[in-house]
């Protein structure tokens, strides 16, 4: 069966980073984009960042002002999240999902679990001093 198992969490101050990873299991890797989904305290779940299949093409959601990045490794059914300058308002648990397609979606609304097809279980990251 398909599982994402996110790994990288964990406790930072602020000005800091993290980066976490994602290993995908029970499906091509190679063929789908994946997708960074945060959902941070009394919020919605939020569309973070996303990558095309062939790891050539990357968005990212405005809000996080070039902090974040993105990229996979297919030979290793890994994807990853470098986030750097973290901030505060960054903490909350970090999702990756898998699209549909080959090509990552910028999801301007709130995150439906239905959105994507697969989900990890979360890792949680937390900001503070």
């Known amino acids: 069966q398909v599982q994402l198992v996110e790994s990288g969490g964990g406790l930072v101050q602020p000005g800091g980073s993290l980066r976490l990873s994602c290993t995908a299991s029970?499906?091509?890797?190679?063929?789908?984009?994946m997708s960074w989904v945060r959902q941070t305290p009394g919020l919605g779940l939020e569309w973070v960042s996303g990558?095309?299949?062939?790891?050539?093409?990357?968005r990212y959601a405005d809000s996080l002002q070039g902090r974040f990045t993105i990229s996979r490794d297919n030979a290793n059914n890994t994807v990853y999240l470098q986030m750097n300058s973290l901030k505060p308002g960054d903490t909350g648990v970090y999702y990756c999902?898998?699209?549909?397609?080959?090509?990552?979606?910028?999801?301007?609304?709130?995150?439906?679990?239905?959105?994507?097809?697969?989900w990890g279980q979360g890792t949680q990251v937390t900001v503070s001093s």
């Open positions: 999902a898998r699209e549909f397609l080959d090509q990552p979606r910028a999801i301007p609304w709130t995150i439906k679990r239905s959105d994507y097809a697969y």
């Open positions: 029970g499906f091509t890797f190679s063929s789908y984009a």
């Open positions: 990558i095309s299949s062939d790891g050539a093409y990357t």
